[in-house]
């Protein structure tokens, strides 16, 4: 997978690292920053999810369209489709344009709107990456556990840099027993669940 990753997917991965970068250093991007996974953690999820068991694939939180590429390059391995969800226009339109530039349309789909209306729609899951607003982390793992597939995994971004916000939700994951989960220190933390 990343030896032999598009040019076209490169470049636009290091566009929006930088934008990330200029966004973090001075703040005075157009937008809301995009507040991206850094590359070591979207290797990572790139493994996970070509790791996973045949099933839906969902991202909740797409932002400019950063890790959804780090996952459609599993998606593409595997012959599988993300299904990413925005609810920002700003995000909405960047990571369109991020689709559109690595002709990774044909394998990402992106919902502009609120992923929890659209969650219940989705009863295969075997894959999530969960990297949104914060407040939103418990009710989406309250509808994505249920939903998911035996050996199904779901992944939540800033496991350790927002534990204290993400404490209770963290708690009962460690605690479900329907899952076995742990927290990864790379990047910004990754809690990992994986569905018994």
């Not at 070591?40 to 909740?60: Q, Y």
């Not at 925005?86 to 991020?98: N, P």
């Not at 075997?126 to 793992?141: M, V």
């Amino acid at each position: 997978m990343f030896h032999d990753i598009e040019e076209s997917i490169k470049k636009r991965m290091q566009y929006l690292e930088n934008l990330d970068q200029k966004d973090r250093l001075d703040g005075t991007h157009r937008m809301e920053r995009l507040r991206q996974i850094p590359p070591d953690t979207g290797k990572f999820i790139s493994i996970l999810a070509a790791s996973a068991p045949d099933g839906e694939f969902l991202e909740i939180g797409t932002s400019g369209g950063y890790s959804a590429l780090w996952i459609a390059l599993a998606c593409r391995l595997q012959g599988r489709k993300l299904i990413t969800f925005e609810i920002l226009k700003d995000k909405a339109r960047l990571a369109r344009e991020t689709f559109e530039l690595t002709n990774t349309k044909d394998t990402i789909e992106l919902i502009e709107g609120n992923a929890l209306k659209y969650i219940h729609n989705y009863n295969n899951i075997s894959f999530c990456f969960l990297d949104a607003e914060k407040e939103i982390y418990s009710e989406c793992y309250d509808l994505l556990v249920p939903n998911m597939i035996k050996g199904g995994i779901l992944v939540a971004d800033n496991a350790i840099n927002h534990y204290e916000t993400l404490k209770p939700m963290l708690e009962k994951a460690l605690a479900d027993e329907r899952v076995d989960a742990l927290i990864i220190p790379i990047g910004k933390g990754e809690l990992v669940c994986r569905k018994i």
